[in-house]
């Protein structure tokens, strides 16, 4: 694990750093709080924090917000609060400070390794958790919540961006035909082939996916989606029962225009959508082509309600 670990005294430091190196982990070390403030907040990330209560400019007890902090922003971070004291006065103020552990210092190697397990078990569990959180069950693509946060985070940080909004074409009629497995089955596909964008792509909806393109212009963002048109009309998906299922999809672009919010950006792929839907199906449509105030289907981030779309 890398640890992040915080004492005013040097030789405590120095006797933990060999404990937990000889073990296997990698330790970055500080002696003074507002540092080690700084390097959880700024550094690269870490799996535990072990802080002592003694610790000057910043107490060890506001250390442990601040890694519990961290956690809900959905970096699992397991965290240790470390006394020469260890009444219960004491254990009760680290647990309350979002401490997940307590131990006397200076620990002995055993108990601290046995402490060290215990943390790894539990953001294991953690992690899997988060996970659980920000992906979609069936595709293990990103979900609409981790999408929309994305998308906010490239706002936030003006990052110049396109974005993909697609619906599978005849969506129901192949769970009518093919049963509710053949409909996965074609999910599952779909997503197969969306493995190239790293990360980038999401299902947002039933039959809705998309995918957000960092730096890239509309323009270039329309060759991607016909690229990506192609590649699923030419992909068969092949059921357990010999059938097969040919896809086609109707695709929206929109580049990110530098006062958009996240649902205006998203709006306008949506309106484009909605207009390759309306004009056929199985096209690409970008949102300079159409009018800013036509029908969207309504992936957004609250949701609404979804126009409705062409048989």
């Known amino acids: 694990m890398r640890i992040v670990l915080v004492d005013a005294s040097r030789v405590t430091l120095k006797l933990m750093t060999k404990m937990l190196t000889d073990s296997g982990h990698e330790v970055v070390s500080f002696s003074d709080g507002a540092e080690a403030l700084t390097y ?4 690269d990330e870490f799996d535990l924090l072990i802080t002592s209560f003694e610790v000057p400019s910043v107490p060890g007890i506001q250390l442990c917000w601040e890694g519990r902090l961290i956690t809900n922003g959905g970096r699992p971070i397991y965290v240790i609060a470390m006394s020469s004291n260890n009444d219960a006065d004491h254990l009760a103020e680290a647990l309350d400070s979002g401490a997940d552990d307590f131990i006397r210092k200076p620990p002995s190697a055993v108990e601290l390794e046995a402490r060290l397990r215990a943390a790894e078990r539990l953001n294991q569990a953690r992690r899997e958790l988060v ?3 920000l992906r979609d069950g069936l595709t293990d693509l ?3 919540r981790a999408f929309f946060a994305q998308a906010s985070d490239m706002v936030h940080n003006g990052v110049p961006a396109s974005v993909v909004l697609f619906d599978l074409d005849y969506f129901k009629k192949i769970n009518d035909t093919h049963g509710h497995d053949g409909g996965d089955q074609a999910l599952i596909t779909v997503a197969r082939v969306l493995a190239r964008y790293s990360g980038r792509a999401a299902r947002v909806g039933g039959e809705e996916f998309a995918i957000l393109l960092p730096g890239v212009s509309e323009a270039d963002a329309y060759e991607e989606a016909e ?3 192609w590649t699923l009309a030419d992909t068969a998906v092949e059921l357990n029962n010999g059938k097969v299922i040919n896809l086609t999809a109707s695709l929206g672009v929109a580049e990110r225009k530098p006062d958009d919010t996240v ?3 998203m709006k306008s792929a949506d309106v484009a959508l909605y207009a390759a839907k309306n004009g056929g ?4 449509v970008m949102s300079e082509d159409v009018d ?5 289907m309504g992936i957004t981030r609250t949701g609404g309600g979804r126009a409705k779309a062409p048989i």
């Open 142 to 144: 990103a979900n609409r």
């Open 40 to 43: 959880m907040h700024e550094g």
């Open 227 to 229: 690229h990506l048109r």
């Open 292 to 296: 800013s105030e036509a029908p969207a």
């Open 131 to 133: 996970r659980m959180a």
């Open 263 to 265: 649902d205006e950006w």
């Open 281 to 284: 199906r199985n096209r690409v």
